[in-house]
């Protein structure tokens, strides 16, 4: 690659008269209409506080409110991108279809009250999402990538399913409201089964590790298609674990669980994401870390906080998988220089996240106390930083300058991330578990040292000198062999 930037030629949208198909037309202008009125629903959700239902079928609250207007956001956007992505493909209408019928699953995941229907919509996500990984059906790989998810997406709904069995035997509630509203009488071997398979079926939808193989096998998919699925789809693991809040609360050790899962997660993706060398695949393991990091925000007790990531993150991925293309045409390759560091440096970092994180503590409340909290704010502040440094690097700016421009670009930053956790938990007042801190042990300990080891380690590149942790990195982060394209021909082909 020389470098070199093209000038984009972007011409009209094709004359949608001329015999091609008016369906992404009318989807299109559907669903940003889905979009409108679902601002208005949440509007009128913060106003008045009762929630309103189909009573034992379908319960809008804050959280189904909050999901529409991004989910419906996120799809639109993905509409409009993939009226030009999509133009003249044999598949637009098939593409189109199924984006819109995701849509609409999604949708029905978050309003379902009944159990039944709460699984049905689950599964339908799923399936829709397969289907537009593999969107060129004359394509190996991409056939071969949809079955993969498909597998990894029938699994998830069917742990699904044995979880809801269970807490209806148990409770006798047929609906989620109902057994959130019946969670403290559960216990022994059915709530473990029920609550261990619940988080299991967040763990394969969020592309947790070790389930991340069918989020790296998926790259045959359309970029539209694969900013919907880091945007949106993944983050139905929060979701879950948000709906069922009473269930897997109900004892600390599972909590524990949940944070030692999401951290390993949180980790791995960071690390995984040092190995990689195109666009796609890097965006795809840090949606494995941020996915992590979003499922041990729960763990922490904090479900509010983890909702806010995922929206704050689907906004984030969403321009990136949007913008790859043009990412592309300005990477070049760049001699690797080693990294110095030096006392003033470090104490500037400190400086910063300890400012940051205060500022994180005083607008939100949380960390004042000694429990989850305090792990909270130091994560929180530990993933902004790192953020606002990456953002910085990408500027050439003198060495000195550098001190100022991170915390110039990270408070603000921590500032926005505080203020819409706080509007988010408003949202979510009405739900029956938005926080429930838990006292520290020994493995939140653990897992604070672990989480910043692993950061400074990456930071000053120590990581990069051990060839044995290099290829342990790469070979956890290969697809389905049976995904990869072997030929540039078979690429150019599609």
């Known amino acids: ?186 216990g022994g071997a059915a709530w473990l089964v029920a609550a261990v398979a619940l988080v299991l079926a967040a763990m394969i939808q969020s592309a947790l590790v070790p389930f991340h193989g069918w989020l790296l096998s998926s790259m045959t998919a359309p970029t539209p298609a694969s900013a919907l699925m880091h945007a949106g789809f993944v983050n139905a693991g929060g979701v879950l674990l948000v709906r069922f809040a009473p269930v897997v609360t109900v004892d600390t050790a599972l909590m524990l669980g949940i944070v030692v899962v999401g951290a390993s997660s949180a980790v791995l993706g960071k690390l995984l994401k040092t190995v990689q060398s195109d666009v796609k695949s890097e965006l795809a393991c840090s949606t494995v870390g941020q996915m992590g990091f979003m499922i041990m925000q729960a763990g922490l007790g904090f479900f509010g906080a983890a909702v806010t990531h995922l929206v704050l993150h689907g906004f984030y991925k969403a321009y990136h998988f949007l913008g790859a293309g043009g990412r592309v045409e300005r990477t070049a390759p760049a001699r690797s220089e080693p990294r110095a560091t030096n006392v003033a440096g470090v104490a500037a970092v400190l400086a910063t996240g300890l400012a940051g994180g205060a ?26 930083l790192h953020a606002a440094r990456t953002a910085v690097g990408t500027v050439s700016i003198p060495a000195a300058a550098r001190y100022v421009a991170v915390p110039l670009v990270f408070f603000p930053a921590i500032a926005v991330y505080a203020l819409v956790y706080e509007a988010v938990s408003h949202v979510l007042s009405g739900l029956p578990v938005v926080a429930a801190p838990t006292e520290l042990s020994v493995v939140h300990a653990f897992v604070a040292v672990a989480f910043l080891a692993v950061y400074v380690a990456v930071e000053t590149g120590i990581h990069e000198d051990s060839q044995r942790l290099y290829v342990a990195l790469l070979n956890a982060s290969q697809p389905a062999s049976d995904t990869v394209l072997t030929a540039t021909e078979e690429y150019n082909e599609y």
């Not at 989850?372 to 929180?380: E, I, K, Q």
Request: hydrophobic letters at 55%.
């Open 359 to 384: 500022l994180f503590a005083i607008l939100t409340g949380k960390g004042t106390s000694l429990d989850s909290g305090v792990l909270l704010v130091s994560f929180v502040t530990l993933t902004t």
């Open 1 to 186: 690659m020389s470098g070199d930037i093209s000038t984009p030629t972007v011409g009209p949208l094709p004359d949608t008269t001329a015999g091609s198909s008016s369906v992404p037309a009318v989807l299109t202008w559907l669903v940003w209409s889905l979009f409108v009125t679902s601002v208005a629903v949440l509007v009128a959700r913060v106003r008045f506080d009762a929630p309103w239902e189909v009573t034992g079928v379908v319960r809008i609250d804050g959280l189904t409110a909050l999901m529409w207007v991004v989910v419906t956001f996120f799809s639109g956007i993905v509409h409009s991108y993939s009226r030009r992505y999509m133009a003249g493909s044999n598949h637009e209408t098939d593409f189109f279809l199924s984006t819109f019928g995701f849509t609409v699953a999604v949708m029905g995941v978050v309003v379902a009250d009944h159990v039944a229907l709460f699984v049905l919509a689950w599964l339908s996500m799923g399936l829709a999402m397969a289907r537009l990984v593999g969107t060129v059906e004359g394509w190996r790989h991409a056939r071969a990538a949809a079955t993969v998810a498909g597998r990894y997406f029938l699994a998830s709904s069917a742990l699904l399913g044995v979880a809801v069995t269970v807490l209806w035997w148990a409770t006798g509630a047929t609906t989620v409201s109902g057994i959130a509203a019946a969670a403290d009488e559960l």
